[in-house]
């Protein structure tokens, strides 16, 4: 099963996954039924293509491989399942991301952001109980001086790029640097491990 075109934006696999599913409303909810058929909240990518190649198999006309569901299953990451929607993940490319929900009977399809993708993930681990609280990390004191990675090439390259920056800093401020990799070593020592130098 491959990928018959390229969709550039994340509105266009959005229109044209509805109006597949719309048009030929028995094939996508075999599909779709056959997911929920699974009995897991959560399905992987893997899961999701098995089903889609048996739906596949199942049609005989082959036009449901060529289909704009065929590149969204192709797509997408993982599925979220519960008795009223199905909620994707679905990767558009490197770095860019694609989150929408199908309701189970009518095929209606809407985008959602990531809050609300994760969100439903923790209701469904938690049994559709809101949650007492919910962690928030502020990550912005630890990014305020430092160097940020903006080009999705630059991916999985980070701790180079911050081994770069921090010690082109360390470095470059009038032997600022020397007291600190002193002090550093100073704190090791006084945690049990020794300072040898």
Request: proline share 2%; aromatic share 10%.
């Amino acid at each position: 099963m491959g990928i018959v075109r390229h969709m550039n934006s994340h509105l266009d696999i959005l229109q044209e996954t509805q109006t597949y599913l719309n048009e030929h409303r028995n094939e996508s909810l075999n599909f779709i039924h056959k997911l929920v058929a699974l009995d897991r909240k959560f399905i992987l990518h893997s899961d999701i293509k098995d089903v889609f190649s048996l739906a596949c198999q199942e049609d005989g006309t082959g036009a449901l491989l060529t289909s704009p569901l065929a590149e969204m299953v192709e797509k997408c990451q993982e599925g979220v399942i519960d008795h009223a929607c199905a909620v994707f993940a679905v990767r558009i490319r490197v770095a860019r991301w694609l989150y929408f929900q199908i309701h189970l009977e009518t095929l209606y399809t809407e985008l959602i952001n990531v809050s609300q993708y994760l969100t439903y993930k923790e209701r469904l681990v938690s049994d559709d109980q809101e949650p007492d609280w919910t962690l928030e990390i502020d990550l912005r004191p630890f990014s305020e001086y430092s160097y940020k990675l903006h080009e999705s090439d630059s991916i999985g390259r980070g701790v180079e790029f911050l081994n770069r920056h921090l010690s082109g800093r360390l470095f470059s401020e009038n032997n600022k640097g020397d007291r600190l990799l002193l002090e550093f070593l100073r704190v090791l020592s006084c945690r049990c491990f020794p300072y040898t130098g």
